[in-house]
């Protein structure tokens, strides 16, 4: 029972692992490494953010604060130099899920002025009440992961098998394929949650694609083939290329732009992301009362948030030749979600093409991830209006 200051450092250092390497970091070596890396991780960062936003059903902006804090909070806690923490798209469709379940369209009707019987959704009130649901599930979230890693569970890492982790992503991105048709084709079809939501949703857009948005299909085709044409010319030509061509920013950038001068919002009806706050939200508390309606949910989210973070934290520390502690990762994750919660954020993991972004650029260390958070808050505190105009589409 006696307190050394070997004990003492010991403890600092597994709790806060950043201290392990930041007194010996190779400014040298390492830094532009990491600078490059870092802001090739922060373009790719915008756009997914903001698209994996509307896949948890809450507006746009929030997706900008979900990569800003948890990302910086793992740069001190976690123990993988190379994952790049933030939104994900498996745990924003079960977000997602959870919001729409929890606070429908038809919890805020707006009555017809004119006596009839149709009424219209006040989007407001519901965007409002859908944040507040995403908020309270990572709050729980963030409990449930900091329990399990005070309990030194980590070891469930070693039960993830590859084939279990394979199929578990293969299903994913099919479910979020199905999930972005609707704002390929710009129709307006209702979100389902639960059992068979995947194959509701797209009955829901095979029945409605006679209301298809000609202008929205062609931007979303010409902005894959561009993504597609990008990945191939970056495979063909890695290995003359110093950083990866930024596809992405590049669509990015050019949709904005096209919406904006050609009024495609206005003039053709294609869904924008709209109004960017601008600056970061002050604390608030979660509202309690969700928490037993959402518990289970939470379980499940923190499980799924953890599996994908280890499972790509221990394919990383393998190739690199470093450990990674699966204990500390539990409680980082934990730190990340519950910490950031009370800033209005949802919960988060780790990106598996962010993260083969930050690795395959050169990045060596978490102050790759540091770089890319800062530049996320850039665009909330300052440039964030030059994204309004972006259909969501892209």
């Given at each position: 029972m006696q307190?050394?200051s070997?004990?003492?450092?010991?403890?600092?250092?597994r709790?806060?692992p950043i201290?392990?390497?930041?007194?010996s970091y190779?400014?040298?070596?390492?830094?532009?490494?990491?600078v490059?890396?870092?802001?090739?991780?922060?373009?790719v960062?915008?756009?997914?953010?903001l698209?994996?936003a509307?896949?948890?059903a809450?507006p746009a902006v929030?997706?900008?604060?979900?990569?800003?804090?948890?990302v910086?909070?793992y740069?001190?806690?976690?123990?993988?130099?190379?994952?790049?923490?933030?939104?994900?798209?498996v745990m924003s469709?079960?977000i997602?899920?959870?919001?729409?379940?929890?606070?429908?369209?038809?919890?805020?009707?707006?009555?017809a002025?004119?006596?009839?019987?149709?009424?219209?959704?006040?989007l407001g009130?519901?965007?409002?009440?859908?944040?507040?649901?995403?908020?309270?599930l990572?709050t729980?979230?963030?409990?449930?992961?900091?329990?399990?890693?005070?309990l030194?569970?980590?070891f469930?890492a070693?039960?993830?098998?590859?084939?279990?982790?394979?199929?578990f992503t293969?299903?994913?991105?099919i479910q979020?394929?199905?999930?972005?048709l609707k704002y390929l084709?710009?129709v307006r079809?209702?979100?389902?949650?639960?059992?068979?939501?995947?194959v509701?949703?797209?009955?829901?857009?095979?029945q409605?694609?006679?209301s298809?948005?000609v202008?929205?299909?062609t931007?979303?085709?010409?902005?894959?083939?561009f993504l597609?044409?990008?990945k191939?010319?970056?495979?063909?030509?890695?290995?003359r290329?110093?950083?990866?061509?930024?596809?992405?920013i590049?669509?990015?950038?050019?949709?904005?732009a096209?919406?904006?001068?050609?009024?495609?919002?206005?003039?053709y009806?294609?869904?924008?992301?709209?109004?960017?706050?601008?600056g970061?939200?002050?604390?608030?508390?979660?509202?309690?009362?969700l928490?037993?309606?959402i518990?289970?949910?939470?379980?499940?989210?923190?499980?799924?948030?953890?599996?994908?973070a280890i499972s790509?934290?221990?394919?990383?520390?393998?190739?690199?030749?470093?450990?990674?502690d699966?204990?500390?990762?539990l409680?980082?994750?934990?730190?990340?979600?519950?910490?950031s919660?009370f800033?209005?954020?949802f919960?988060i993991?780790?990106?598996?093409s962010?993260s083969?972004?930050?690795?395959?650029?050169?990045?060596?260390?978490?102050?790759?991830?540091?770089?890319?958070?800062?530049?996320?808050?850039?665009?909330i505190?300052?440039?964030?209006f030059?994204?309004?105009a972006?259909?969501q589409?892209s």
């Amino acid at each position: 029972m006696q307190c050394t200051s070997q004990r003492a450092r010991g403890v600092a250092v597994r709790l806060l692992p950043i201290l392990s390497w930041l007194p010996s970091y190779p400014i040298r070596s390492f830094l532009f490494y990491d600078v490059m890396s870092g802001l090739s991780t922060g373009v790719v960062q915008l756009p997914q953010g903001l698209a994996y936003a509307m896949l948890a059903a809450v507006p746009a902006v929030y997706g900008l604060y979900s990569s800003f804090y948890p990302v910086l909070l793992y740069t001190f806690f976690g123990t993988s130099r190379h994952i790049s923490v933030g939104t994900f798209a498996v745990m924003s469709l079960m977000i997602g899920g959870v919001v729409v379940r929890e606070a429908p369209d038809s919890m805020f009707p707006i009555p017809a002025a004119n006596g009839s019987n149709v009424s219209t959704v006040d989007l407001g009130a519901r965007d409002a009440q859908r944040v507040q649901v995403a908020v309270a599930l990572t709050t729980l979230v963030g409990l449930i992961q900091l329990l399990l890693g005070a309990l030194r569970l980590g070891f469930v890492a070693i039960y993830l098998t590859e084939p279990l982790v394979r199929g578990f992503t293969t299903a994913a991105a099919i479910q979020v394929c199905v999930s972005q048709l609707k704002y390929l084709f710009g129709v307006r079809t209702p979100r389902y949650s639960g059992v068979l939501a995947t194959v509701y949703t797209l009955v829901a857009v095979v029945q409605d694609l006679g209301s298809t948005n000609v202008a929205t299909v062609t931007m979303g085709v010409a902005c894959i083939m561009f993504l597609y044409g990008m990945k191939q010319l970056n495979e063909r030509c890695k290995a003359r290329l110093p950083l990866p061509l930024p596809g992405e920013i590049i669509v990015v950038i050019v949709a904005t732009a096209t919406s904006y001068g050609m009024g495609l919002a206005e003039r053709y009806q294609v869904d924008v992301v709209g109004v960017i706050p601008k600056g970061l939200l002050p604390p608030a508390l979660p509202q309690f009362h969700l928490f037993p309606r959402i518990a289970t949910d939470a379980f499940a989210v923190a499980i799924v948030g953890f599996s994908m973070a280890i499972s790509m934290a221990k394919t990383f520390a393998l190739k690199h030749g470093y450990r990674v502690d699966g204990n500390q990762e539990l409680l980082a994750l934990g730190l990340c979600n519950f910490v950031s919660s009370f800033f209005q954020t949802f919960a988060i993991s780790c990106s598996m093409s962010r993260s083969l972004v930050q690795e395959s650029t050169g990045g060596k260390t978490q102050i790759a991830g540091l770089l890319a958070s800062l530049l996320v808050l850039l665009v909330i505190v300052a440039i964030g209006f030059l994204f309004e105009a972006l259909p969501q589409v892209s």
